[in-house]
Antibody
Framework: EVQLVQSGAEVKKPGESLKISCKGS????????IGWVRQMPGKGLEWMGI????????RYSPSFHGLVTISADKSISTAYLQWSSLKASDSAMYYC????????????WGQGTLVTVSS | QTVVTQEPSFSVSPGGTVTLTCGLN?????????PSWYRQTPGQAPRTLIY???TRSSGVPDRFSGSILGNKAALTITGAQADDESDYYC??????????FGGGTKLTVL
């Protein structure tokens, strides 16, 4: 069974760094892309970026390029989303999801990680 | 900047048929946009309904179908049920491995 399990909720202060994770199981992790999606409170879904764990090829939405870093450790089937300096506006639910790549399209989703940034 | 457009809201009667659409501010949607559709109820993770224009994800009933209608992607729901009341999002691939979500459609069944 394909599963994506995300790390738990985080409460951070502005300026702090953060790395959240998404562990895949039940499939060959290196042959599918993993995408990250943001959902701010009461708002819609936003496509942030995507990584191919097989070779760490990473693509970012222009809206998120330079604001976050997506990475993966294929040895432990885990993808990451990280911030070097959080802002209050980063408070949101973050989802990871598997993408076929060819054809493009998200299929399995993680349960989400709630990030709260508050002083 | 690429903007993916969806109807903000739509309503359908129980048992009825509804078609939601997904367009581009900068041109036409085609199969090479790989349109996909997702639904989300409050407090839940999104669920994939359709990918690659018209392929249903595992376990999705055939009441849900995807297509290209004119210059937009479309999601048609037939035999609407009360639990179809959800937010529906489309995604279009815009090239270079980059995709964009639409703003979502809030579907009411009444």
């Amino acid at each position: 069974e394909v599963q994506l399990v995300q790390s738990g909720a985080e409460v951070k202060k502005p300026g702090e760094s953060l790395k959240i994770s998404c562990k895949g199981s039940g499939y060959r992790f290196t042959t599918y892309w993993i995408g990250w999606v943001r959902q701010m409170p009461g708002k819609g879904l936003e496509w942030m970026g995507i990584i191919y764990p097989g070779d760490s090829d990473t693509r970012y939405s222009p809206s998120f390029h330079g604001l976050v870093t997506i990475s993966a450790d294929k040895s432990i089937s885990t993808a990451y989303l990280q911030w070097s300096s959080l802002k209050a506006s980063d408070s949101a639910m973050y989802y990871c999801a598997r993408d076929y790549g060819d054809p493009w399209g998200l299929d399995y989703w993680g349960q989400g990680t709630l990030v709260t940034v508050s002083s | 900047q690429t903007v993916v457009t969806q109807e903000p809201s739509f309503s359908v009667s129980p048992g009825g048929t509804v078609t939601l659409t997904c367009g581009l501010n900068s041109g036409s949607v085609s199969t090479s946009s790989y349109p996909s559709w997702y639904r989300q109820t409050p407090g839940q993770a999104p669920r994939t309904l359709i990918y690659n224009t018209n392929t249903r994800s595992s376990g999705v009933p055939d009441r849900f179908s995807g297509s290209i209608l004119g210059n937009k992607a479309a999601l048609t729901i037939t035999g609407a049920q009360a639990d179809d009341e959800s937010d529906y999002y489309c995604v279009l691939h815009v090239g270079g491995g980059i995709s964009v979500f639409g703003g979502g459609t809030k579907l009411t069944v009444l």
